[in-house]
């Protein structure tokens, strides 16, 4: 297989889909592996360390496209890269398609074989290949949101931590899942009080296990989402409805109920935001006030500590990634159920049920499309 490795060009995206290591370890499976100069140097990886590792370096992101048989990414691919997209082409990379329409006619019209990190599964139902980035942006939520509560940011002025004297602040967290409980460990940490939300009773009680009496969980309906939000200085949004568009648990009208200068930090906000006022920002300018209540929702949070990141991704996406050049497309689908529910998009039909739904649009059995 030759394999293409393209610099990220989303706005302040750092990351890098391959390590120079991982790039020896492709070459060592016998694959070729072509980079696109200076791809890996937002990550502190120079392209000399991938020629060492065996990969051939190309002065273009077009060169790589045109070459390669199988496109190692990050993020989706954005609009200028719709150009390079073709048939017969594996792009195996983060895609979020429930919230991104162009990006799916875009693929099913190119034929595109796109794998997406965040669908492949393991034997134990979770995602592997997000879980790493939910890790670093459950870390990053509630430091991000408690810089923004500071006035100098339109903040109410709180310090998490309180002083003696003076109470701690309140984080609600709504969605319990990986995002959710790394945020948990940090607001815990900074000394807030703590309230985490979730459907699942199971993970609640799994929380409750290991934080006791040092936060308060809830289950996830209108009224108790409503309740806590009115009391907290930072809401942390962390559900997933895996392949679909995230729900709004909290609409315009909610922020009514908030205290003005609150931070909402949306992390949710790549598969469209589960508050309704939710809009993507940038690392560039990550906030916004709606309603007198601050926004904070980029969209690619981990691009902001990429040399963390690059190692935390790379090290879940080179095993699959290994699997799918050497078995080809159709033999990594037709051997391996976890990266068949990778398989998003396939010779121009949509072959991941949840994206088919949202935008109406036929499903076709990973199995029959390739
Ligand atoms: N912005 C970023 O940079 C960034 C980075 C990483 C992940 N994310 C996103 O963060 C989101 C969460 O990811 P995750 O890995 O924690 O997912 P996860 O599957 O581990 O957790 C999601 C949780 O949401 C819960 N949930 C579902 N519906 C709910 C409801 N109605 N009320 C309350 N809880 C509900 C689920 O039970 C689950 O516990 C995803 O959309 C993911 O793509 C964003």
């Known amino acids: 297989m030759i394999v293409g490795l393209v610099k990220e060009i989303k706005n302040q995206e750092s990351r890098v889909g391959l390590t120079p290591s991982g790039t020896a370890a492709y070459v060592a499976a016998g694959h070729k592996v072509l980079i696109e100069t200076h791809a890996g140097e937002g990550s502190g990886f120079a392209d000399g360390e991938y020629q060492s590792a065996g990969g051939q370096i190309l002065p273009s992101a077009g060169d790589v496209w045109d070459a390669a048989q199988m496109i190692v990414k990050v993020k989706e691919p954005v609009e ?59 870390r990053m939520a509630v430091a991000e949101g408690a810089k923004y509560l500071e006035t100098t940011f339109g903040g109410r002025g709180v310090l998490l931590a309180g002083v003696p004297g003076v109470e701690q602040g309140k984080v609600v967290i709504i969605g319990a899942g990986t995002v959710g409980m790394e945020a948990c460990k940090i607001a815990v940490g900074l000394g807030a009080q703590v309230t985490i939300i979730d459907i699942n009773l199971k993970r609640l009680a799994y929380l409750d296990d290991i ?90 949070m981990p691009g902001a500590v990429a040399r963390t990141a690059t190692l935390a991704l790379t090290n879940t996406t080179l095993t699959p990634g290994l699997k799918i050049a050497s078995r080809g497309i159709a033999g990594a689908v037709r051997t391996d159920e976890h990266l068949r529910n990778g398989l998003n998009t396939c010779n121009g039909y949509c072959t991941y049920k949840g994206v088919a739904e949202t935008f109406g649009i036929p499903y076709v059995s990973a199995l029959e499309a390739v």
């Open 211 to 300: 934080f006791g009496n040092k936060i308060q969980t809830l289950y996830s309906t209108p009224a108790n989402i409503r309740a806590a939000i009115s009391e907290a200085d930072i809401v942390v949004g962390a559900v997933l409805i895996p392949g679909k568009k995230a729900p709004h648990l909290v609409e315009k009208a909610d922020l009514a109920f908030m205290k003005k200068g609150s931070v909402l930090v949306d992390v949710a906000v790549d598969q469209g935001g589960c508050f309704e006022t939710t809009r993507a920002t940038t690392h560039q300018e990550p906030t916004f006030i709606d309603s007198g209540i601050v926004h904070y929702c980029v969209a690619n």
């Open 80 to 138: 200028s890269e719709y150009a390079y997209l073709k048939e017969n082409q594996i792009v195996y990379t983060y895609l979020h398609l429930a919230a991104d329409k162009p990006l799916t006619d875009a693929l099913l019209k190119a034929k595109t074989q796109a794998l997406a990190y965040e669908t492949i599964t393991d034997a134990s139902g979770a995602l592997p290949c997000l879980a790493p980035m939910s890790t670093i942006a459950g």
